[in-house]
């Protein structure tokens, strides 16, 4: 039987580790991508991949979530086999999902395509539509071995879809070149399809591998249902439903996006392509940089739900409090330094990425400077949202982005139209709707649970060593510039160095307790961390402040 009292901070590791690795391979796929097809092709690549985006979250985004909750409450009163067939149920409703909403995207592409002012576009999205067949079925599995606070196979699985997403993605990409962008760019878009497929087989694997133990969690229990296949379904339904519009919000609005800023920028006299390659920059080259720091935020999110479910359903109040207290410092830990490093770094690091583009990389380092301060909001909405699923309240979540995606769509209106920041207008709308949606999240967790975190506790110490971190690797950026270091060069070392200044002051200053170093030892029996504890107990004065 699993460990019912484990804090979320081992299998945050792990999702957060992965992540990473997950997001550097995503960004061989994006970098050479954009250099191969441009902003214009990219701009045919991100018409598409939205879209796709919003029907996979619609088939799939609450269902793992409800699965992963579920799964946990049963364990925590002794359930395995209720938890077992809650995901033998739920696999069977994502194929269903899934399928229609394959279909519906494959055979209405032409529609879509046509309504949104984009036809070659249809190209991308039908060659993107199989993938929603895949993805959602390894939604159940992954689902379920989180609910059982097992992360190992969610972040495999992951990690195979990804690598053979850039594998197919990239080489359909120069292979197709030579007949035009929007088939260039429908190669890149069938990636997706061609990573869901053998994720999925990954995630199979490890199932089967698993399944005598699995077998032997409920092989000496009665197995007399405690509640029917239909009330299962109610209850993934009811708990899905909320999350998966909340899911949805975001998307959506992408989508709208699509439309609304290319009219808004075509209003100040920018042409069709000027205005589609405005927008190629902000969602094909800025804001994947800023998706790498929400990684490491959604792999706590994803590691709270089952820990605070489990702990709540048990009335074990102090250690949902602390794992809720937690969260929020760790969120804040991770996204204040990537925020400050994104805002002072934005034209080295645009111009080292895309360096056959430079002009379109320095309006893109526009975007980012601005984005970058939404990466600290977007890691509180993780964080919190975490927690209010985990209670119970999934609904609250979702009222709140709706409010902040509202003010998102008045301010890119407004802002878009202004001449001097453009497509900036937009960056600053998504900013303004995570913002929003952060401060009444933290407002219903105090409403809710009674937790309060305060200012000191969890936000301080990150402002103070993401400022002194920035100004290191902004400075030694510049001056090795100076001395006629190449662009390149010159970021990668200002940005080590940085990393270097932020580590080194997060144990100095012990924003991590030896405690929280000792949860991670669940982690693959990590060597690693038993010496950072050894190291860090002898090094570092404990009243070190």
Known sequence: MKNKRRSFVGGAVILGAVGILIKALGAVFRIPLANIIGDDGMGYYQTAYPIYVLFLTIATAGIPTAVSRMVAERYAKDKPYEAYRVFRTSSKLLFATGLVSASILFFGAGAITSAIKEPDAIYCMRAIAPALIFVPLMGS?????????????????????????VICGLALTVILLPKGLPMAAAGASFGATAGGFFGFLAMLVIYFRNKAGIEAEISTLDRT?????????????FIAV????????????????????KSRLMTLGYSSAEARALYGQLTGMAQPI????????????VSLVPVIASSYK??????????IVLSIRYAMMIAMPCAFGLMVMSTPIMLMLYPAQPEAAVGAANCLEVLAVGVIFLSIVHATTGTLQGIGKQHIPVLNLVIGAVCKIFLTMTLTGIGWLNIRGAAVGTVAAYGVAAGLNLIAIKRYTGVTVGFTQ?????IEESFAMGLVASLLTYFLKQFGVGNAVACLIGIAAGAVVYVFRVFQTRMISIEELEDMEDVGDLKITRLLIKIYDKFIPKDFM
């Open 141 to 165: 599995y992954r689902g379920f071995f989180q609910g059982r606070q097992d992360m190992r196979p969610t972040a495999t699985s992951q990690f195979v879809e990804q690598l053979f997403r």
């Open 225 to 237: 249902p405690d509640e029917t296949t239909a009330s299962i379904v109610k209850t993934i339904i």
């Open 242 to 261: 909320p999350i998966t519009i909340g899911a949805s919000i975001m998307p959506i609005i992408t989508s709208i996006d699509t439309a609304l800023v």
């Open 290 to 301: 800023i998706n790498l720091p929400q990684v490491l935020t959604q792999a706590v999110s």
């Open 314 to 323: 048990r009335g074990d109040t102090e250690f949902m409090e602390e794992n």
């Open 458 to 462: 969890a936000y301080r110490k990150p």
